[in-house]
Nanobody, 124 residues
């Protein structure tokens, strides 16, 4: 019922920047919390960043603080993840997810709605 579509992934050199997008329904954007996760080959899916529109809370994983910024555009029903100073270890499939309720949980099990992901590859 809730559809999320990621885009903007690609290949970037280390130290460069990339912005990935998550297009969502207005209902999802205005009523749900949104989170970004990533999964690298051989690793578990991990929380990157998220925000709750209902309570205004924003949270980041330690590796993302100071480099990544989550933002949104109401007119386009889109959530963004701006990634700067990218490192090869940032290479992963990046997913957006949505949930009902306040707060920004970091567990993927708390998010029932998921996009299909977008590949981000950072070369050295």
């Amino acid at each position: 019922q809730v559809q999320l579509v990621e885009s903007g992934g690609g290949l970037v050199q280390a130290g460069g920047s990339l912005r990935v997008s998550c297009a969502a329904s207005r209902r999802t954007f205005s009523s749900y919390a949104m989170g970004w996760f990533r999964q690298a080959p051989g690793k578990e899916r991990e929380f990157v960043a998220g925000f709750s529109r209902s309570d205004g809370r924003t949270d980041y994983a330690d590796f993302a603080k100071g480099r990544f910024t989550i933002s949104r555009d109401n007119a386009k029903n889109t959530v963004y993840l701006q990634m700067n100073s990218l490192k090869p270890e940032d290479t992963a499939v990046y997913y957006c997810a949505a949930r009902i309720g306040a707060g920004v949980p970091i567990s993927e099990s708390e998010y029932p709605y998921w996009g299909q992901g977008t590949q981000v590859t950072v070369s050295s």
